[in-house]
């Protein structure tokens, strides 16, 4: 099992609960931009073989938790196909840029993967829960996994197609129907009103980008290609001050007091984090399809006139 | 590992699903009624631990899904206890019965289990889903098998007590917070209105059972002990026939009949299965809290219209 070093923290969580253990996890080095470096992938995979390990799947992720970073996926495709693994794509929060005529470039390669999982609760803003696993195979495979066959439950002496009934295919056994909530939506959206949904999440990335170009308490961890806007806020007591010996220390301890300040107040919620040797910075998601410019820059004012102080 | 032969099939799944795999689920036999015998239960144990077995966990039911059978909690705690093993009781089902001073006996023995699952989306309908597991255990031991510290979703530098977060102990990643559903419905209908909707799913059970007996087309597979009323319609061409050759075999085929014309129709829906040597059966489920004895009746009248020309 190879995944970059940036991907989400369920595959070596996943690995624990089947029994795999996290050992049999091995991490992918990525670039500065959090995605993951196809050579090393072909490295690690040789090595592991070298030891006597058997690789049999690679998680490549389409936009990373954090940074919103997307896995080269027709070079992993390559590596994968050259050592006959099983491409999974982790595209839980990426996989709604494929709805984007302008942006489902990020996610090129993505029909070379063997199994791809997809959250519309995410991006889409569908209700919580709604996650999709996308499978090549056409020969009902998760019944062959997961099938119970309990007879009591799953009744075979029906007067349709048992084949249509999914939920022996499942891990749990009573749970909601959750693609409901997807296909309600995109008959009511349309494809091109989830496209617009997609589209203006970027358009407002990027304008809150600009705008906080314009003002000089913010600085970007970096230029987003996604609509994850990782930034710091700088209060005054610490603008010029890059050079002082204290003051990667000091920025990281800035977060959290404006966090404490937003929720105690009310006005608005932002994420931050540490990140590798980057101190906390705020994640800045805008997925809301009601948002608008003008939030954004209510944002911006906000974190100035809580951080006027610090 | 050791459960009833009638335990939920997700205890065989889980131990697939664990890596443990399905072989070393051991079943112990239950009594006509389906309930677990305490003392095959304790002829299991020693039988595993002459054969190098380590058995750790013995999972008791309250409540199975098709008879309603509730497991003697006390007989099996006690041999839980002679073997050191961890004590489990899937009480999803029947768990709600704790919530009325009438029926909580069936119960007796549970505050000795080391852990219970518990789902108010069953008899209490709260909303699907909401499941509990409740823990003897303080030492946050979810924590300590689930927890992955990441830490770009779970900040430990936040101004109130990080204990209070629980999205580090669970398996999942995002997901709803269940529990609110069930507090709100607590806090809506108080103890003593949960109280009334678990004694009132008894009575029409009962109210159920007793109307069945006064009709000629009706037979119960046995006597309920909960609120699970399994039963056999017979229809007009079978009644007096118990004795032909062929009897259970065409008893088998009503089910399917009735409950497609009953689809399709549009009128109600009640499950039926097969369960050991017995025939498909229907099980009629009385959970919601609106439902009348002029539901019970409109039923039974229903099933006698749907099967007459049977």
Redesign the interface.
Known sequence: MGSSALC???I??GAA????GTDSVRVVKADERGKMIPEDLERQICLAKAEGAVPFLVSATSGT??LGAFDPLEAVADVCQRHGLWLHVDAAWGGSALLSQTHRHLLDGIHRADSVAW?P??LLAAG??CSALLLRDTTNLLKHC?G?Q????F?Q???YDVALDTGDKV?Q????VDCLKLWLMWKAQGGQGLERRVDQAFALARYLVEEMKKREGFELVMEPEFVNVCFWFLPPSLRGEQKSLDYSERLAKVA?VL??RM?KEGSMMIG????GTRG?FFRMIVANPALTQADMRFLLDELERLGQDL
């Open positions: 989400h923290y369920s070596k969580k609960f089947l029994g795999l938790t954090v959250n609760h995410k919580l829960q997961h119970s309990a007879s009591y439950l009744q002496d029906k007067f891990v056994c009573g749970r909601r959290p966090k404490e929720v931050y984090q540490p990140h906390n």
